[in-house]
């Protein structure tokens, strides 16, 4: 498949543009509930004395061991069914592989990006997206092809740029992965049929760093038609229920880095402050965000992923 980019994206590395603390959303929950806890801590090794402090000292280098070594080198597969009403039935039991968010040049990302492509050689979906952000550093590009070279799938291979992507070197990215199939959906679509039904697969471009356009993305499709949409981030979701997408499947948020039951993500990107981690209704639209593969090494209840995502009709 050859790749097509629109013309007037930048699509050149842009040196020296890396990721600014300042475009990160802490969860006001995480902050008071470590304020708390911190505060509980100081009073129990208070008035323990030293047997208290060397225990709390111990549980938390524990819990730090966990979440920076074990945790981010422990992805997991996903598997879910995602009921939809449009859908027909004829793509019923269509499976879609999801890869997001490799960010190689990271801790643990080779690895954890070898252990993903030998899973979706396993699970043999029938289509396969890489939803952005393939590399942190642009010395780790030409890594690419190698790790990403077993990924086969009937519908072909299709992916979206991600931020980094745009800041490390989206057309190298693009040339390097062209040999392999992939094919970029950069502010366009492409309809595809599978078991004689039609439908829509469209790749919006990155709405951090590139130029994008919903109008263009989803041109030529119709009310009815079924689309599953591509954005890197996911908090283009409102424009895209409203344009009559289906399903999105998007990454960047990384979860939160660290997510637990009330207290939710405790950081989160600029455009993935809405819908940050999972399966959400947007509307008659539902999104999936990924966890992703990569990122900084800091993991809690928010494991790297890929995940399997059977398409089936809204009877149950």
């Not at 020296?16 to 470590?34: C, E, N, Q, T």
């Not at 981010?72 to 793509?91: D, G, N, Q, S, Y």
């Not at 019923?92 to 954890?112: E, F, K, T, W, Y």
Request: charged share 15%.
């Amino acid at each position: 498949m050859a790749i097509v980019t629109n013309k007037h994206v930048p699509a050149t590395s842009r040196e020296g543009h890396r990721f600014d603390p300042r475009f990160v959303r802490y969860s006001p929950r995480w902050l008071g509930a470590g304020a708390a806890l911190g505060s509980l801590a100081a009073l129990a090794a208070y008035r323990g004395g030293l047997p208290v402090t060397l225990a709390l000292g111990a549980l938390g280098a524990a819990g730090a061991a966990y979440a920076t070594l074990l945790e981010p080198a422990t992805p997991v597969l996903e598997r879910h069914v995602f009921h939809l009403p449009k859908l027909p039935p004829e793509l019923s039991g269509l499976r879609i592989g999801q890869l997001s968010d490799m960010h190689l040049g990271q801790p643990h990302a080779l690895a954890n990006t070898r252990w993903a492509v030998q899973q979706m050689v396993i699970e043999q979906p029938d289509l396969i997206v890489l939803t952005g952000d393939f590399v942190s550093y642009a010395s780790f590009i030409g890594n690419l092809p190698e790790l990403l070279k077993p990924l086969h799938a009937p519908l072909g291979i299709f992916a979206v740029a991600g931020n980094h992507d745009y800041w490390e070197g989206l057309d190298e990215i693009q040339a390097r992965l062209a040999p392999l199939g992939v094919e970029f959906l950069i502010n366009r679509n492409r309809r595809l049929t599978w078991r004689g039904a039609p439908f829509t697969l469209a790749g919006i471009d990155d709405i951090w760093d590139g130029t994008p356009d919903m109008a263009a993305t989803l041109a030529g499709t119709q009310p009815d038609d079924f689309t599953l949409l591509l954005a890197h981030a996911p908090d283009c979701a409102d424009e895209a229920a409203a344009a009559g997408v289906s399903l999105q499947l998007s990454g960047h948020t990384h979860g939160g880095h660290i997510h637990l039951p009330w207290l939710g993500s405790f950081c989160l990107p600029f455009h993935g402050t809405r819908y940050p981690i999972g399966h959400e209704h947007v509307g008659d639209m539902q999104v999936y965000v990924s966890r992703g593969l990569g990122g900084l090494p800091l993991r809690l209840g928010c494991p790297p992923e890929a995940a399997i995502i059977t398409l089936a009709t809204d009877e149950r």
